[in-house]
């Protein structure tokens, strides 16, 4: 069974990556035991974001969230996936438009178990590239991202279960310094981990099963070497910054292969004008969402 840690890292585009919401892989066992196994899967979610605390002019503090993506069997326990996302913000600039694309990914999926005396040790491998169809991506000249991600999973009680996910991407920049004045440097890589718990609280066959559970973890980003050695958050000798973020949520999965998540989210910097500064929540960066993810 594949922990829903990593779900929602295919919805949303906070800096909170441990978000939750419907994980693929366990629906498709779910409404595929006792029936043929389908080579082919399509999913698709939409995710209603906005800040705990809103200002006057609300529409700013809020976005919509769109996924689209599909799996197809290459061999036992494989699959490949491709991936594509939309973002809609309330807000634009005149004559523009409020959506906006996310980066597109294309990769496999492996998924792999082991016997951990009377329990079961679950690994999923999941290496995927990254490619530029947003707008930050194109004008900083990203090529390409690639990244392996691990989630590894075990149910140490009942409908208990523990997870982890460490992460690595590299990225592949044109240039190493990002376009615009005073911009600073293109980011080189990025390395995380986050661990989480899920726990099945309620299992009926009428309204489907309820489930609760967080997680959080820490990511570093290494900026390019800049030719200016000065000691400085955007021209500093591979500056690495460091970000943490945590997440609460509650999932309900209507059916076999339809879900509805809703979680509170925060996410941001370690350091703060030099110094140690993190906050359990915080005005301008918790978050709300509200997800519906599905697949066929």
């Not at 829903?4 to 409404?31: C, K, N």
């Not at 491709?82 to 809609?88: N, P, Q």
């Not at 996910?165 to 590299?170: D, I, K, L, Q, V």
Request: net charge negative.
């Amino acid at each position: 069974m594949r922990s829903a840690l990593i779900a929602l890292l295919l919805v949303a585009p906070a800096a909170a990556s441990a978000q939750t919401a419907l994980a693929p892989s366990e629906v498709s066992a779910r409404a595929d035991s006792g029936a043929s196994v389908k080579t082919w899967t399509v999913s698709a979610a939409v995710q209603y974001r906005q800040q705990a605390v809103v200002d006057v002019d609300p529409e700013n503090e809020r976005l919509m969230v769109y996924k689209l993506g599909g799996t197809a069997r290459l061999f036992e326990g494989a699959k490949g996936f491709v991936r594509f996302g939309l973002l809609e913000r309330f807000v634009a600039q005149p004559d523009e438009s409020g959506f906006r694309l996310q980066d597109s990914q294309v990769g496999v999926s492996y998924a792999q178990g082991f016997a951990l005396g009377a329990k079961r040790l679950d690994l999923v491998h999941d290496v995927a590239v990254f490619l530029p169809t947003s707008r930050p991506s194109l004008t900083q000249h990203l090529y390409a991202a690639p990244q392996y991600l691990l989630t590894a999973s075990v149910e140490v009680l009942p409908d208990l279960v523990v997870s982890a996910a460490p992460n690595f991407r590299y990225r592949f920049h044109r240039y190493a310094e990002r376009s615009g004045f005073g911009a600073g440097m293109n980011t080189q890589w990025e390395a995380g981990a986050h661990g989480g718990l899920d726990y099945t609280c309620l299992k009926t066959a009428s309204v489907g099963d309820l489930s609760v559970g967080a997680s959080g973890g820490s990511t570093w980003y290494r900026k390019f070497d800049s030719r200016d050695d000065h000691d400085s958050a955007t021209s500093d000798q591979g500056f690495v910054q460091q970000l943490y973020d945590w997440e609460a949520h509650v999932a309900w999965q209507l059916l076999p292969r339809l879900g509805l998540t809703a979680s509170v989210e925060q996410g941001g910097p370690v350091l703060r004008d030099g110094i140690v500064n993190t906050f359990f929540v915080q005005r301008d960066e918790t978050e709300l969402a509200l997800t519906l993810a599905g697949a066929y």
